[in-house]
Every structure is written in structure tokens, then in C-alpha cells.
């Protein structure tokens, strides 16, 4: 038989201004909208919007005429 595995507490870790303001940064420079941004102390949740596609060509893809 083997040993069970210890469980690790989780850290704590606390989400800096400047942690906030990168992340934003690349969400922003991929050109996702930001819905929601949630704090509860020093968590941050960012719940990013949906990116529409827009309609492919009518002569994008499919099969070509031989």
C-alpha cells in the first residue's frame, strides 16, 4: 500500500495594482471586452465579454468548382 497523499493548504495570495493593470493590459490588447470585474479583498475576478465572429464570405471555404 501506498502513503496518502498530504493535502497542502492553499496560499493566500493577495492580486497587486500592477498585477490588475498587466492583466487588463493584454485583455484590452486582444480586444475582449471586460463585462465584470470583481474584488473581495485582495482576489480579482475579471469576466471577460463575448467576441462576436463576423460572417464568413460567400466565397470563403467549401468546395471548389471543377
Given at each position: 500500500?501506498?502513503?496518502?497523499?498530504?493535502?497542502?493548504p492553499?496560499?493566500?495570495v493577495?492580486?497587486?495594482?500592477?498585477?490588475?493593470?498587466?492583466?487588463?493590459?493584454?485583455?484590452?490588447?486582444?480586444?475582449?471586452?471586460?463585462?465584470?470585474?470583481?474584488?473581495?479583498?485582495?482576489?480579482?475576478?475579471?469576466?471577460?465579454?463575448?467576441?462576436?465572429?463576423?460572417?464568413?464570405?460567400?466565397?470563403?471555404?467549401?468546395?471548389?468548382?471543377?
Amino acid at each position: 500500500m501506498t502513503a496518502p497523499a498530504l493535502v497542502q493548504p492553499a496560499k493566500r495570495v493577495r492580486a497587486s495594482e500592477r498585477a490588475l493593470r498587466i492583466a487588463l493590459k493584454v485583455i484590452q490588447d486582444a480586444g475582449l471586452p471586460v463585462d465584470k470585474l470583481c474584488v473581495t479583498g485582495g482576489q480579482i475576478e475579471i469576466h471577460c465579454g463575448h467576441v462576436d465572429e463576423a460572417a464568413p464570405s460567400p466565397d470563403h471555404g467549401g468546395l471548389k468548382d471543377w
